[in-house]
Each structure stands twice: as C-alpha cells, then as structure tokens.
C-alpha cells in the first residue's frame, strides 16, 4: 500500500497562516498537497464557478507542493481531485473563525470539505477562534495532530466538522447548535455619503449542551459529524402519511 495522500486547502486564501499550520501537522501523517484560493474566499458557503474558466499556478508555501486557484474553496477541491494526481483525505482549514451551528451553512471552509464527501473522498473542516495578533497555533496544531491520529486509526467519517477553542481541555462528539437570529440589516452611510448596509447576526436562543457551539464555549474541541442529505426524515414521512389516499 503506498503513501497516504492528503490535499489541504481553506478559504482564507493560500497564504492565511492556517493553512500552513493545518498542512505541518498533516505532513506527519501523509503527503500534502496544497490547494488553495488565490484570494480570500470566506463566506462563499458552497460557490462554484460555471461561468468562467478556472487556473491554477504553482505558489511557494513553505516546502509544500502548493497550488493557487483563481477560485471558491469547492473549485479548488475538485480541481485538485480531479488534476492534481488521486486524493486519500481533504482537509480544510485551519479556519480563522469558527465554524459552528449555522455558521456552517455559509462557510466556506466546510463546503471545501463538503465538495471532497460529494467526489468520494472523506473530508474534515477545521477551524479556530478568530485571528488575534500575534496569534499562537501551537495549541491548535496539537490539537489537529490529537484529532487526525483518533480520526485516522478508525474507519473513515464522510464529512467532519472540527472546532477548537482557544486552549483546548478536551474533545466532545457534538451536534451542530441550533440558534435562530436577528439578521437585520443595520443602515449607514459611507465617507462618501453613499448608504450602505451591515448583516447583523444576533442570536436569539440560548447554547443547548451538547452542541457545537456548546462544546467550544466550555473548552472543548468540538467533532461535528455532518451529513450530505439534508432531507428532514421526520416531515417527509409526516407528508408522506397525510398525503395517503382514504382506505
């Protein structure tokens, strides 16, 4: 059985610290191969480019093997996958930001690892607290290097999703967090004078225990299972049954 084979990529671009962090921890376990936006892409959720075509070039991250993309996370999976040689694991991230309860949806770090489980290829999203100056990732990187040794010694989850907090004191399977908010759009006004908007995002829930955001809040890493399905089995078999024809 040859080397394991691992592409890394993110969305906070291919030169985000992150991404060099995640990529040093996986280069104890594999070969790395790194596929990355050429800018910034946070937020893209899962984006893909059809009306353009895409590139890539070769790009010095350190002694990686690392590779540009003129676009969206999912584009840079699915190019590396498919041009850049076969692919054993994606990984994605180190995020500067977490990822959690809804926050999912949009993010595109997750959809990276999302655009892997849709080509066959097992995938995990990690992300850490937001970009603080200086920022120290020897926490993090242990807690990456802690999660890939349980992670890879069993059979492989499709799609994870992996948070940590600042100084992580333990690991917990959660859930992702439910929390409904405000989502309004707050006006203003720019030097210019022209009106513009910000998107708040105030919750309006409370943290349920056992949840994502739960477990990041008590100090522990966080290991969400997601699903690509999204059917909600409960109401369709409740429309299922009430749409029945009379006996």
């Not at 489980?117 to 995990?124: C, E, N, Q, R």
Request: proline letters at 9%; glycine letters at 8%.
């Amino acid at each position: 059985m040859g080397a394991v084979r691992i592409l890394v990529s993110n969305d906070d671009g291919i030169f985000s610290p992150g991404l060099q962090a995640l990529a040093e921890v996986a280069s104890e376990f594999a070969e790395v191969r790194i596929v990355a936006p050429d800018v910034e892409q946070s937020s893209m959720s899962h984006a893909i480019t059809g009306t353009r075509p895409l590139s890539y070039r070769k790009t010095k991250i350190a002694a990686f093997e690392a590779y540009r993309v003129n676009g969206t996370p999912a584009d840079c999976v699915a190019l590396g996958i498919s041009q850049l040689g076969p692919v054993d694991r994606v990984l994605s991230g180190v995020n500067l930001g977490h990822n959690i309860g809804h926050a999912i949806w949009h993010s595109g770090t997750v959809a990276a690892a999302k655009q892997a489980a849709l080509l066959g290829v097992p995938a995990i999203a990690f992300s850490a607290p937001p970009w603080e100056e200086p920022m120290d990732f020897g926490p993090i990187k242990a807690g990456v290097n802690a999660t890939l040794k349980s992670v890879l010694a069993g059979p492989p989850h499709p799609l994870l999703n992996v948070n940590f907090p600042a100084v992580p004191r333990g690991v917990r399977w959660t859930r992702q967090s439910f929390r409904h908010y405000d989502g309004r759009m707050v006006p203003g006004e720019d030097p210019s004078g022209r009106r513009h908007f910000w998107f708040t995002v105030v919750p309006i829930e409370q943290v349920e225990e056992g949840t994502d955001r739960w477990a990041v809040n008590q100090g522990y890493v966080s290991i969400t299972p997601l699903r690509l399905d999204l059917t909600d089995e409960r109401a369709l078999q409740a429309a299922q049954r009430d749409s029945r024809p009379p006996a």
